[in-house]
């Protein structure tokens, strides 16, 4: 799917959007006063500047305006973006910024903190000597352990060249270094060679302006390997760009349609179809998928399983079986606004439904994390557990309850941006595909 390709369908929804608001109708700047709920918007705008006992912060006020009336159409994916958040998200779009060179997940249970995840070998942490496991406790004189995630990164990343100082916390002891942010470029795909001369490739993401173009370059490495056959996975990607799903599945496909679109007005337009090219893979194929592979990963499955090209192992997808359309709004945030919902090739509608695999096989790789609660203790009070072997010791809040909730494993993931760590013995999804392309 080329850029032109991308833009026309652009144009023509947004095109379609706006004869449907001639049709439907709906406030403008102009006409907002003009019905008595309108009326009764500006007056409690009006009533809060001129009667709350406190200062008013208007742009938290507007904002919080913009979200509730997102939230009315009670859609998770129709969405705002502040605009912090929206900066953020456009570099991880880009595919390339300037940071230290990690990977965080939180690091608490309710999503707060952040942690180490991987240290890339060429990155600033790593000469560092920052791990995996280290807890960011402040970067400059910020404390964030308890902070948003996406305020974590925004406060790590920065202009080339410039330097951060960030406070982690080791096994519990804090330590300090000074890093220069260097530039980082998010490779989505990680790939190698299983026994048997058989090929893997995982694509994390598609929300990445580069993940078609490491994808290509990844799919021609196993071409010039000359595997006997291949090993899609598309376990835990989100989706991503809907041009990316069409791209990775016209890898496979010689000819017809890959995607289309539905509109609100039930008329259904191909997006991406697929075309005949020396760089296609023909071999054996397998995708592998699991319960958060959404979006563009149910593109390609949905696809590639309709026209008979791959069998799909793993467990029922995610579900998300709409597109949206972003806009870049004024203050430099974004809104996403779903516009369509998109079809297979044998026109299944997956929303809400998910991709069912050809084999249904459960995701062993990660295991329930013990967990604890309790309560009818003192105040401030801490107990101390043996569990698994390690002590553990909790403290109670102001109501003398406690809890405990242990770390999910983590899969093995390589310092070398783009090599793919596996292990058949812990990984049934896997390990079958390899059963299967054996036979």
């Known amino acids: 799917m080329n850029a032109k390709r991308l833009t026309i369908v652009g144009v023509a929804l947004s095109a379609t959007a706006a004869v449907a608001y001639a049709q439907f109708g709906g406030?403008?700047?102009?006409?907002?006063?003009?019905?008595a709920t309108g009326k009764t918007f500006l007056q409690v705008i009006n009533d809060l500047n001129t009667l709350y006992l406190y200062p008013v912060d208007q742009e938290k006020l507007l904002r919080g305006a913009i979200t509730g009336a997102l939230g009315s159409l009670n859609d998770e994916f129709t969405y705002y973006s502040q605009p912090e958040d929206n900066a953020i998200d456009a570099e991880n779009l880009s595919?390339?910024?300037?940071?230290?060179g990690v990977q965080l997940v939180a690091a608490n249970p309710d999503g707060t903190g952040g942690k180490i995840d991987n240290v890339f070998r060429t990155g600033a942490a790593s000469n560092a000597g920052v791990q995996i496991g280290d807890v960011f406790v402040k970067i400059g004189d910020k404390d964030v352990l308890t902070g948003k995630l996406n305020d974590i990164v925004r406060l790590v990343r920065g202009q080339k060249g410039t330097t951060v100082t960030v406070t982690?916390?080791?096994d519990g002891k804090p330590y300090t270094v000074k890093m220069e942010r260097q530039p980082v470029a998010i490779v989505s795909v990680e790939q190698t060679v299983l026994p048997g001369n058989i090929g893997y490739i995982a694509l994390n993401t598609f929300y990445n302006e580069k993940?078609?173009?490491q994808f290509n370059a990844a799919v021609a490495d196993m071409k010039k390997k000359k595997v006997s056959s291949l090993i899609l996975d598309l376990r835990d990607n989100g989706g991503g760009l809907l041009s990316a799903g069409v791209d990775v599945a016209d890898q496979f496909m010689q000819s017809g349609p890959i995607v289309s679109l539905r509109d609100r007005n039930k008329k259904t337009t191909v997006y991406g179809s697929a075309r005949n090219a020396?760089?296609?893979?023909t071999g054996k194929l397998m995708v592998l998928v699991n319960k958060n592979s959404a979006s563009a990963s149910e593109v390609v499955s949905g696809a590639l399983q309709d026209v008979g090209r791959a069998t799909v192992i793993g467990e029922q997808t995610f579900g998300k079986g709409v597109a949206q359309i972003p806009e870049t709004l004024p203050d430099g945030g974004k809104i996403a606004i779903v516009n369509s919902e998109w079809l297979t090739p044998k026109g299944r509608q997956i929303h809400k439904k998910g991709v069912t695999p050809d084999v249904i096989v459960k995701d062993t790789r990660y295991t329930t994390p013990p967990n604890l609660t309790g309560s009818g203790v003192a105040p401030g009070a801490k107990l101390t557990f043996t569990l698994e072997g390690k002590p553990v010791t909790v403290t109670a809040d102001k109501d003398g309850k406690f809890s405990y909730t242990g770390d999910i494993k983590r899969p093995n993931r390589s310092a070398q941006q783009g090599e793919a760590v596996v292990d058949l013995q812990t990984?049934?999804?896997l390990k079958k595909a390899v059963e299967l392309l054996k036979k």
Request: glycine share 8%.
């Open 211 to 213: 993940a078609s173009e």
């Open 95 to 100: 595919g390339e910024f300037y940071g230290i």
């Open 168 to 170: 982690f916390a080791r």
């Open 427 to 429: 990984d049934a999804i």
């Open 27 to 35: 406030y403008t700047q102009a006409n907002l006063s003009s019905t």
């Open 278 to 281: 020396a760089s296609d893979y």
